[in-house]
């Protein structure tokens, strides 16, 4: 096995136990995590396909991981916000008790 | 000779480096650095704890401590052993590993970020390209041991005292990082060494440090003040406000990880003044070009002393501030101001040199400076008390 | 102007700061245990039991009726009283503490056992240096720790022990005159009986309402 | 292969599955800062200083700080059960796991084992810099006008309304 399918498997992994963390967990705020990790494993990618690409002078997978950095610190703040504006509405964060438009 | 003494601790390791085997130097000269570090600047830890104490006591008329050896210099030594001594109590409730890793890593974390500090000519354990980067970053995992100790301790109190210092560190974490930029904006570069390289030579006796222009100096203060509420110091030190909140965030702690709080504090607040020394202050340089023969790593302690100074004279002489002031003050008049210094720093880069900048970039932080301290004294809204029995 | 309060502060705390060096007068800190303050008269804490003479058995004036004890806020003083009696100061026959403990470890100096205490017999100390490596035994001042002679008590609060011997002399003083009267009355009696068995015996019921008021012993005399 | 990566590699999956696992909510951020260290130091390892730095500035200063600031405001301490009790947590796990499986399969048959990258790339802060400005000076613009429009409006959804607090 070569550097780089290890770190696409790492990065596999890491975006496995982020879906299954967003799909099993009931807690509002341990989904928007599982979500951010998801982000994070695409971000191993990049870094590692620009790590082992013929121009790695190009910067593309350095620059792509910057920006989603912030884009993942801005979804996290308004997530997170989105959250403790439902839980005043409802009192709870869990996911499975937040049905009020439920047929 | 003076490059001689300057560069004795340099010499020194290279020479033991010499008696290990080529492919262990590196790590070899990683541990040295580290070993070196730990000693000097918790040296320099326990000189400061005696010396605020004197200080103090000197500022409200009394002697301070003078019974642990001559003068009481050998106070901090009585303190250690008292500390360690001491029953390590872990309350019932608490969440056992949490609660133990959490002066743990608040330490490892304090004394992580000298690794990026450059106490001398070639003196820094790696000159890192990101350095500055480096320091906020490891700076900033402090604020998450301080919660880690606030929650696991299972205490109001200590709840309490974590959430204020969180949300004081997170505030105050934003304009000192922006004012600390101006001087990366000046120089050009994220290293440490760098840095401090750029604000070598002199004009005449003066040196070239970022301090003496208009936005270094608005910047230095911004930073200063920044570093006083990072490192929950007086007058910001509402989240350990003893008459409140007992100690805040540590108050389940006894024995020696209090002892390692404490120290952590004292770390921290070395560092971010070590920090503004690199950035503001020239680094190891000498203040005037006639004094360059006396070694580059004594300049830089005495800077530090001198800053530690600043900071024992400042706890004694202000109170304490309220949570809204605070905040009012963080947001809504460093915040600008610091970007408003930004501004200014980019105005000096592409205004021609000579008195027009000086005096396009003093009247627009003056002018600003007066306006935002304006508003913030606009916001009084307390009406004059009553007091309904006792006129 | 902002921060001009802050450098007033500053220039306030580095006056004080230089001046600590300069002006002796400035730092107001006794050293303690080397010098200490001139104790003022006033001064006072745990309490300690007062006796006349030299000797501290026989001269305590504590009669152990426990007032001090019933009254003690913190019930801080156990005192076991005699089974036998001895004569006071003044010859009368008392009880006295057989056991008079005090806890200083409890005790809150509030002075009301002095208060109370009807005989002048507990006092006021000055001492508080009474630290101690026992934290139970050393701390339980028993009566021979208590007891301390009158003339330290003159030593001490000069002014107030000179009232209470006023005050006890003239007690003292009345509780003689009344001896004295009790006895003149009792030998009346006894010279009035004597003189009534000699002239008239029937006359008895006379004899008695006259020495109603000098005591048993004429009494029983006249059944 | 070096045994550093397969280090980092561990702490990097332990400290996430944690944080996918745990019962308790804050132990599950802190365990996803764990996790957050382990793969900053692997873009460290990888030659991407600023990136890793970042990742650390981020996740561990202002995230995680973030979460378990909204854990405490929401109070969330309800029965969380353990995963995989009901059918629909059941497939969730089976629908990762079936995820996992066609990503490994595909990366270990896509990528031929032909040596890759010999000398580590240098991204220097200089060098980010100068992309940033130039190149990528527009994403940059809009990632900035993007952040600001978060922060105000992250600050209007957390501010509780007048007459709403009870």
Same mark, same amino acid.
């Given at each position: 096995?070569?550097?780089?399918?290890?770190?696409?498997?790492?990065?596999?992994?890491?975006?496995?136990?982020?879906?299954?963390?967003?799909?099993?967990?009931?807690?509002?705020?341990?989904?928007? *995590?599982?979500?951010?990790?998801?982000?994070?494993?695409?971000?191993?990618?990049?870094?590692?396909?620009?790590?082992?690409?013929?121009?790695?002078?190009?910067?593309?997978?350095?620059?792509?991981?910057?920006?989603? *950095?912030?884009?993942?610190?801005?979804?996290?703040?308004?997530?997170?916000? *989105?959250?403790?504006?439902?839980?005043?509405?409802?009192?709870?964060?869990?996911?499975?008790? *937040?049905?009020?438009?439920?047929? | 000779?003076?490059?001689?003494?300057?560069?004795?601790? @340099?010499?020194?390791?290279?020479?033991?480096?010499?008696?290990?085997?080529?492919?262990?130097?590196?790590?070899?000269?990683?541990?040295?650095?580290?070993?070196?570090?730990?000693? @000097?600047?918790?040296?320099?830890?326990?000189?400061?704890?005696?010396?605020?104490?004197?200080?103090?006591?000197?500022?409200?008329?009394?002697?301070?401590?003078?019974?642990?050896?001559?003068?009481?210099?050998?106070?901090?030594?009585?303190?250690?052993?008292?500390?360690?001594?001491?029953?390590?109590?872990?309350?019932?409730?608490?969440?056992?590993?949490?609660?133990?890793?959490?002066?743990?890593?608040?330490?490892?974390?304090?004394?992580?970020?000298?690794?990026?500090?450059?106490?001398?000519?070639?003196?820094?354990?790696?000159?890192?390209?990101?350095?500055?980067?480096?320091?906020?970053?490891?700076?900033?995992?402090?604020?998450?041991?301080?919660?880690?100790?606030?929650?696991?301790?299972?205490?109001?109190?200590?709840?309490?005292?974590?959430?204020?210092?969180?949300?004081?560190?997170?505030?105050?974490? %934003?304009?000192?990082?922006?004012?600390?930029?101006?001087?990366?904006?000046?120089?050009?570069?994220?290293?440490? @060494?760098?840095? @401090?390289?750029?604000?070598?030579?002199?004009?005449?006796?003066?040196?070239?440090?970022?301090?003496?222009?208009?936005?270094?100096?608005?910047?230095?203060?911004?930073?200063?003040?920044?570093?006083?509420?990072?490192?929950?110091?007086?007058?910001?030190?509402?989240?350990?406000?003893?008459?409140?909140?007992?100690?805040?965030?540590?108050?389940?702690?006894?024995?020696?990880?209090?002892?390692?709080?404490?120290?952590?504090?004292?770390?921290?607040?070395?560092?971010?003044?070590?920090?503004?020394?690199?950035?503001?202050?020239?680094?190891?340089?000498?203040?005037?070009?006639?004094?360059?023969?006396?070694?580059?790593?004594?300049?830089?302690?005495?800077?530090?002393?001198?800053?530690?100074?600043?900071?024992?004279? %400042?706890?004694?002489?202000?109170?304490?501030?309220?949570?809204?002031?605070?905040?009012?003050?963080?947001?809504?008049?460093?915040?600008?101001?610091?970007?408003?210094?930004?501004?200014?720093?980019?105005?000096?880069?592409?205004?021609?040199?000579?008195?027009?900048?000086?005096?396009?970039?003093?009247?627009?932080?003056?002018?600003?400076?007066?306006?935002?301290?304006?508003?913030?004294?606009?916001?009084?809204?307390?009406?004059?008390?009553?007091?309904?029995?006792?006129? | 102007?902002?921060?001009?309060?802050?450098?007033?502060?500053?220039?306030?705390?580095?006056?004080?700061?230089?001046?600590?060096?300069?002006?002796?007068?400035? #730092?107001?800190?006794?050293?303690?245990?080397?010098?200490?303050?001139?104790?003022?008269?006033?001064?006072?804490?745990?309490?300690? #039991?007062?006796?006349?003479?030299?000797?501290?058995?026989?001269?305590?004036?504590?009669?152990?009726?426990?007032?001090?004890?019933?009254?003690?806020?913190?019930?801080?003083?156990?005192?076991?009283?005699?089974?036998?009696?001895?004569?006071?100061?003044?010859?009368?026959?008392?009880?006295?503490?057989?056991?008079?403990?005090?806890?200083?470890?409890?005790?809150?100096?509030?002075?009301?056992?002095?208060?109370?205490?009807?005989?002048?017999?507990?006092?006021?100390?000055?001492?508080?240096?009474?630290?101690?490596?026992?934290?139970?035994?050393?701390?339980?001042?028993?009566?021979?720790?208590?007891?301390?002679?009158?003339?330290?008590?003159?030593?001490?609060?000069?002014?107030?022990?000179?009232?209470?011997?006023?005050?006890?002399?003239?007690?003292?003083?009345?509780?003689?005159?009344?001896?004295?009267?009790?006895?003149?009355?009792?030998?009346?009696?006894?010279?009035?009986?004597?003189?009534?068995?000699?002239?008239?015996?029937?006359?008895?019921?006379?004899?008695?309402?006259?020495?109603?008021?000098?005591?048993?012993?004429?009494?029983?005399?006249?059944? | 292969?070096? &045994?550093?990566?397969?280090?980092?590699?561990?702490?990097?999956?332990?400290?996430?599955?944690?944080?996918?696992?745990?019962?308790?909510?804050?132990?599950? &951020?802190?365990?996803?800062?764990?996790?957050?260290? +382990?793969?900053?130091?692997?873009?460290?390892?990888?030659?991407?200083?600023?990136? $890793?730095?970042?990742?650390?500035?981020?996740?561990?200063?202002?995230?995680?700080?973030?979460?378990?600031?909204?854990?405490?405001?929401?109070?969330?301490?309800?029965?969380?059960?353990?995963? +995989?009790?009901?059918?629909?947590?059941?497939? $969730?796990?089976?629908?990762?796991?079936?995820?996992?499986?066609?990503?490994?399969?595909?990366?270990?048959?896509? &990528?031929?084992?032909?040596?890759? +990258?010999?000398?580590?790339?240098?991204?220097?802060?200089?060098?980010? +810099?100068?992309?940033?400005?130039?190149?990528?000076?527009?994403?940059?613009?809009?990632?900035?006008?993007?952040?600001?429009?978060?922060?105000? $409006?992250? $600050?209007?959804?957390? &501010?509780?309304?007048?007459?709403?607090?009870?």
């Amino acid at each position: 096995m070569n550097p780089l399918s290890a770190y696409l498997l790492l990065s596999a992994m890491l975006f496995s136990l982020g879906l299954a963390g967003a799909l099993t967990r009931r807690n509002a705020i341990l989904v928007l *995590i599982g979500i951010e990790l998801m982000l994070n494993s695409a971000n191993l990618n990049f870094i590692a396909f620009w790590r082992y690409s013929p121009h790695p002078e190009a910067l593309t997978g350095v620059m792509f991981v910057i920006f989603s *950095i912030g884009i993942a610190a801005a979804e996290a703040a308004v997530g997170l916000s *989105i959250i403790v504006a439902v839980y005043r509405h409802f009192r709870t964060t869990d996911l499975d008790k *937040i049905n009020y438009l439920k047929g | 000779m003076p490059e001689m003494i300057d560069q004795i601790f @340099v010499r020194l390791m290279h020479w033991i480096i010499g008696y290990v085997p080529t492919s262990l130097q590196p790590l070899c000269s990683a541990i040295l650095s580290a070993v070196a570090i730990l000693v @000097v600047f918790a040296t320099i830890f326990a000189i400061i704890t005696v010396l605020e104490r004197k200080g103090l006591g000197r500022m409200q008329n009394r002697y301070g401590p003078n019974r642990a050896g001559p003068w009481g210099l050998l106070q901090p030594a009585a303190d250690g052993i008292k500390s360690l001594t001491k029953e390590d109590i872990v309350p019932h409730s608490s969440d056992q590993l949490v609660h133990l890793m959490a002066p743990i890593l608040i330490v490892i974390t304090s004394f992580l970020v000298y690794a990026v500090v450059p106490v001398g000519k070639n003196m820094v354990m790696a000159d890192l390209n990101a350095g500055v980067l480096f320091f906020f970053a490891v700076g900033s995992m402090v604020e998450l041991s301080v919660f880690m100790a606030g929650w696991s301790s299972r205490s109001k109190y200590s709840l309490l005292g974590a959430m204020r210092a969180i949300a004081q560190m997170i505030s105050y974490e %934003i304009p000192l990082v922006l004012s600390g930029v101006v001087a990366i904006m000046a120089a050009g570069s994220l290293s440490t @060494v760098t840095i @401090v390289n750029m604000q070598a030579g002199y004009t005449g006796i003066w040196p070239h440090w970022y301090l003496f222009t208009p936005w270094g100096i608005t910047g230095y203060i911004l930073f200063m003040i920044g570093a006083t509420a990072e490192s929950n110091r007086c007058p910001f030190d509402m989240p350990e406000g003893e008459s409140e909140i007992i100690a805040g965030y540590f108050i389940e702690y006894s024995g020696f990880k209090f002892a390692l709080f404490f120290v952590a504090e004292y770390l921290g607040m070395l560092a971010t003044s070590a920090m503004a020394i690199t950035l503001f202050l020239g680094g190891w340089a000498a203040p005037f070009s006639f004094l360059t023969w006396i070694p580059s790593w004594f300049w830089f302690f005495a800077k530090l002393l001198l800053m530690m100074m600043v900071f024992i004279w %400042i706890r004694g002489t202000l109170p304490r501030l309220r949570m809204d002031q605070l905040m009012n003050f963080g947001w809504k008049f460093m915040l600008p101001l610091s970007l408003i210094n930004l501004f200014a720093a980019g105005l000096w880069h592409f205004l021609p040199s000579g008195p027009t900048r000086w005096s396009v970039d003093s009247l627009l932080l003056l002018l600003s400076c007066f306006l935002l301290s304006r508003g913030l004294r606009r916001n009084k809204w307390f009406q004059e008390r009553t007091y309904r029995f006792a006129s | 102007m902002l921060g001009e309060g802050i450098i007033k502060g500053l220039a306030e705390t580095a006056r004080n700061f230089f001046g600590s060096y300069v002006n002796k007068e400035r #730092l107001t800190t006794v050293q303690y245990p080397e010098e200490r303050l001139p104790r003022i008269e006033a001064t006072r804490d745990f309490p300690f #039991l007062v006796y006349d003479g030299d000797d501290w058995e026989k001269g305590l004036r504590c009669v152990a009726c426990q007032i001090c004890e019933k009254e003690c806020p913190p019930k801080c003083i156990y005192i076991e009283k005699s089974k036998d009696k001895k004569p006071d100061a003044v010859g009368k026959p008392q009880n006295y503490p057989a056991k008079f403990d005090i806890d200083v470890s409890v005790c809150m100096s509030c002075q009301i056992c002095v208060e109370v205490c009807p005989f002048d017999a507990i006092k006021m100390d000055v001492q508080f240096e009474l630290s101690s490596d026992d934290r139970f035994g050393g701390l339980l001042l028993t009566k021979d720790k208590l007891a301390k002679s009158n003339e330290y008590y003159h030593e001490i609060h000069p002014t107030e022990a000179a009232g209470v011997d006023a005050a006890l002399a003239e007690d003292r003083e009345k509780e003689k005159e009344k001896q004295r009267l009790a006895a003149a009355a009792a030998a009346a009696a006894a010279a009035a009986k004597a003189a009534a068995a000699a002239a008239a015996p029937p006359t008895t019921v006379a004899a008695t309402k006259d020495g109603a008021g000098s005591g048993g012993a004429a009494k029983e005399e006249a059944k | 292969m070096t &045994i550093s990566f397969l280090l980092l590699a561990a702490i990097t999956i332990t400290g996430t599955a944690a944080a996918m696992s745990l019962k308790n909510a804050v132990h599950c &951020i802190l365990a996803l800062t764990l996790g957050m260290v +382990g793969l900053a130091a692997l873009y460290l390892q990888l030659g991407a200083e600023f990136v $890793g730095l970042t990742q650390i500035l981020v996740y561990v200063g202002a995230v995680a700080i973030l979460a378990v600031f909204a854990i405490m405001m929401t109070r969330s301490r309800t029965s969380e059960t353990a995963a +995989g009790s009901d059918p629909s947590r059941f497939s $969730g796990l089976v629908t990762a796991l079936l995820l996992f499986t066609v990503l490994a399969v595909a990366i270990c048959t896509g &990528i031929s084992s032909q040596t890759l +990258g010999g000398t580590p790339p240098e991204a220097t802060v200089h060098a980010v +810099g100068v992309a940033l400005m130039q190149r990528f000076i527009l994403p940059l613009e809009i990632i900035g006008v993007l952040l600001t429009a978060a922060l105000i $409006g992250a $600050g209007m959804l957390a &501010i509780e309304e007048k007459g709403e607090g009870r």
